[in-house]
T-cell receptor
Framework: DVKVTQSSRYLVKRTGEKVFLECVQD?????MFWYRQDPGLGLRLIYF???????EKGDIPEGYSVSREKKERFSLILESASTNQTSMYLC???????????????FGPGTRLTVL | DAKTTQPNSMESNEEEPVHLPCNHS???????IHWYRQLPSQGPEYVIH???SNVNNRMASLAIAEDRKSSTLILHRATLRDAAVYYC????????????FGQGTRLTINP
């Protein structure tokens, strides 16, 4: 079974802190994604990566950056956390094998981040 | 991205079939219909997908209207573990990677 793990289930940080959210997948997937989920707004894509050292902005990249130094690991960075970044953060991965448009995304359990 | 419309919530009883509708009247010829679900306190998980023909897998069935403007996810025999938010998502078959989640349907299963 595909496994996507996230470094923490719950995280509490203070405004202005630098925050790292880590995601690791064990299926050698090419694509990795970071979403945030907020009540009433659903899931929104922050950034994604289709290869090592490659990244693409999603719908709401402001205030975030990402890093993909190794294929299995995709990090989301909040350079200076703010209270409006309090949210559930979900990482996902998918493979390019076969037909890319039918690829399944596998999600991690999520990290609930609270910024005080 | 083409939009989907789903009821906000639905309720059913355990061991009965559940039909979850999705309207996608602006679907294009290259859009695949995907369904994901999110169990409480978990990330979303893939359920099923299809293009034109009805599809079956171990989790569910997907019935797609002939004009493709709507589809229905069918859980043949709901269990309490099927209580979740179900998302109907259109994915462009021309290589787009992201999933665009709407609000989904919150399914409640009564014992």
């Amino acid at each position: 079974d595909v496994k996507v793990t996230q470094s923490s289930r719950y995280l509490v940080k203070r405004t202005g802190e630098k925050v790292f959210l880590e995601c690791v997948q064990d299926m050698d997937h090419e694509n990795m994604f970071w979403y945030r989920q907020d009540p009433g707004l659903g899931l929104r894509l922050i950034y994604f990566s289709y290869d090592v050292k490659m990244k693409e902005k999603g719908d709401i990249p402001e205030g975030y950056s990402v890093s993909r130094e190794k294929k299995e690991r995709f990090s989301l960075i909040l350079e200076s956390a703010s209270t409006n970044q309090t949210s559930m953060y979900l990482c996902a991965s998918s493979s390019d094998a076969g037909t890319g448009f039918t690829d399944t995304q596998y999600f991690g359990p999520g990290t609930r981040l609270t910024v005080l | 991205d083409a939009k989907t419309t789903q009821p906000n919530s639905m309720e059913s009883n355990e061991e009965e079939p559940v039909h979850l509708p999705c309207n996608h009247s602006t679907i294009s010829g290259t859009d695949y219909i995907h369904w994901y679900r999110q169990l409480p306190s978990q990330g979303p998980e893939y359920v099923i997908h299809g293009l034109t023909s009805n599809v079956n897998n171990r989790m569910a069935s997907l019935a797609i209207a002939e004009d493709r403007k709507s589809s229905t996810l069918i859980l043949h025999r709901a269990t309490l573990r099927d209580a979740a938010v179900y998302y109907c998502i259109l994915r462009d078959g021309r290589g787009a990677q992201k999933l665009v989640f709407g609000q989904g349907t919150r399914l409640t299963i009564n014992p």
